[in-house]
Nanobody, 114 residues
């Protein structure tokens, strides 16, 4: 499966962005989908995940500001990011975890100006 991430851009601190990750086929079989991010010089870090049943989990750093959702009919996982901070600036990567393989999308860049 191929994952296409989009929605990144430049935004001022306090603003919002919505990232989307569209899969090339049905995501019904992926019980674990989500987002990681990587800032220059840093390791990739976990942001959020959502199960097939809609259970969500977030990194403490984004809890209360980011919301992850999935639409199986549209093969899409989205990340609504509100109250953005400069430290949220990074390349954001979506993933889909299958039974034996993890698929990654290309990054979409988010830059938050302070």
């Amino acid at each position: 499966v191929q994952l296409q991430a989009s929605g990144g851009g430049l935004v001022q601190a306090g603003g919002s962005l919505r990232l989307s990750c569209v899969a090339s086929r049905s995501i019904f079989s992926f019980n674990d989908m989500g987002w990681y991010r990587q800032a220059p010089g840093n390791q990739r870090e976990y942001v959020a995940r959502i199960t097939g049943g809609g259970i969500t989990d977030y990194a403490d750093s984004v809890k209360g500001r980011f919301t992850i959702s999935r639409d199986n009919a549209k093969n899409t996982v989205a990340l609504q990011m509100n109250s953005l901070k400069a430290e949220d600036s990074a390349d954001y990567y979506c993933y889909a975890a299958g039974s034996s393989h993890v698929y990654w999308g290309q990054g979409t860049q988010v830059t938050v100006s302070s």
